[in-house]
């Protein structure tokens, strides 16, 4: 048994239209439900994971040149971070920005400053950001929303704890990644599991 949309059926017709064709059509309705996905689609090849000592040693040798996160093995355990902390209200603003359109193309952005304490001191409050686009489509009273964030975090390691005597160089820490976001929301937001964002 083939399924096809009605509007798009096969070389043959629909059902029954064929010469000496026996089939019927009988429509196929499918229950949509709220749910969302988040996938990383960026390679992470981190490095060994710095811990205060590697920071310490780059902030007095490093001459304040800058390092990645893939470098000193933070990308992983900054995107879990934001996965298990920011992620909803990213999404919060994702469907938000949908139901406004309901359907068509999604170009948004955030940024905002958000405690990083959760994955090393080192990074403190750090600011991350992220520019996202794709597109919603209407089917019924659901939301398919489909779109890509591009996630950009950016931090500045400096001595914390005042060693005056041997002043090191502040020095920028960035990474950026990737995710794939596919959602399925209620456009009627009261009958909904995603409400209105909180500030991003």
């Known amino acids: 048994m083939a399924g096809f949309s009605w509007d798009n059926p096969p070389s043959t017709g629909h059902p029954g239209e064929d010469y000496n064709c026996r089939c019927w059509a009988e429509p196929h309705n499918v229950r949509l439900e ?6 990383v689609i960026t390679a992470i090849g981190d490095q060994p994971r710095w811990g205060w000592k590697e920071f310490f040693d780059h902030y007095f040798h490093g001459r304040g ?7 000193i093995g933070h990308l992983r355990p900054i995107i879990d971070h934001v996965e298990d902390t920011i992620y909803k209200r990213v999404r919060a603003q994702i469907v938000n920005q949908a139901r406004k359109m309901a359907s068509g193309s999604i170009i948004d952005y955030f940024v905002n400053s958000y405690s990083f304490y959760g994955v090393s ?34 931090d500045i390691f400096e001595d914390i704890f ?22 399925i929301a209620n456009k009627d937001e009261s009958a909904s599991r995603y409400k209105r964002p909180e500030d991003l």
């Open 34 to 39: 709220e749910a969302d996905f988040q996938s």
């Open 65 to 71: 040149d800058l390092v990645t996160l893939p470098q």
């Open 121 to 154: 001191w080192a990074h403190g409050d750090s600011t991350l950001g992220g520019d996202i686009y794709g597109g919603v489509t209407r089917q019924g009273q659901f939301l398919i929303i489909s779109v890509t964030v591009e996630y950009k975090f950016s």
């Open 162 to 183: 005042g060693f005056d005597a041997e002043p090191g160089i502040p020095y920028p820490i960035t990474g950026w990644w990737k995710s794939r976001i596919e959602i």
